[in-house]
T-cell receptor, first 116, second 112 residues
Framework: GAVVSQHPSWVICKSGTSVKIECRSLDFQATTMFWYRQFPKQSLMLMAT?????????EQGVEKDKFLINHASLTLSTLTVTSAHPEDSSFYIC????????????FGEGSRLTVL | QKEVEQNSGPLSVPEGAIASLNCTYSDRVSQSFFWYRQYSGKSPELIMSIYSNGDKEDGRFTAQLNKASQYVSLLIRDSQPSDSATYLCAVNWDNAGNMLTFGGGTRLMVKP
């Protein structure tokens, strides 16, 4: 299957720090990527849709000024959690949609953020 | 509102049995259907995709699609403890990838 790489896998930071998470599609171009957040034992929650070359589309209730998304190329989207607080601690997962053929969605490995 | 429904479980089956996971969706104009497996603390992994009515088999996994009844299921034959995970059903309402909706997932437990 296609490969989507996410970095870093783990990050621990102090409250007030900004953290950037990268999501790369390694073997296909992705005009659309998605960012999810998942709390323990809960379902995936779609945060935003990242569109290459344009502004991200955020889901209701997700603060766009807090979760900055940049999709500057066809293989890279970044999520920056600005001024992180302990309640932002979660598992953040990106996915990339491979168009054509099966039109499948592939997930990155996820990034676990712990804010102290 | 396009919805995808799954029983949250847990579904418990003995090792070697067939595990049957079900998913219903709300909109008839659905294009493609996917099953993902998510182990605890890991991200989802695509295991099956199905686009037309009927069965699709891949190893121990069989996906079944019935568009008239708006359900898609996943059968796991000869279940193993390593199959214990949460299984997510996803429906793509178009082929542009912009309208992929996930069910809440079914937790499967395979007991040795």
């Amino acid at each position: 299957g296609a490969v989507v790489s996410q970095h870093p896998s783990w990050v621990i930071c102090k409250s007030g720090t900004s953290v950037k998470i990268e999501c790369r599609s390694l073997d296909f171009q992705a005009t659309t990527m998605f960012w999810y957040r998942q709390f323990p034992k809960q379902s995936l929650m779609l945060m935003a849709t990242s569109n290459e070359g344009s502004k991200a589309t955020y889901e209701q209730g997700v603060e766009k000024d807090k979760f900055l998304i940049n999709h500057a190329s066809l293989t890279l989207s970044t999520l920056t959690v600005t001024s992180a607080h302990p309640e932002d601690s979660s598992f953040y997962i990106c996915s990339a949609f491979r168009q054509g053929g099966a039109g499948e969605l592939f997930f990155g490995e996820g990034s676990r953020l712990t804010v102290l | 509102q396009k919805e995808v429904e799954q029983n949250s479980g847990p579904l418990s089956v003995p090792e070697g049995a067939i595990a049957s996971l079900n998913c219903t969706y709300s909109d008839r104009v659905s294009q493609s259907f996917f099953w993902y497996r998510q182990y605890s603390g890991k991200s989802p992994e695509l295991i099956m995709s199905i686009y037309s009515n009927g069965d699709k088999e891949d190893g121990r996994f069989t996906a079944q699609l019935n568009k008239a009844s708006q359900y898609v299921s996943l059968l796991i034959r000869d279940s193993q403890p390593s199959d214990s995970a949460t299984y997510l059903c996803a429906v793509n309402w178009d082929n542009a990838g912009n309208m992929l909706t996930f069910g809440g997932g079914t937790r499967l437990m395979v007991k040795p």
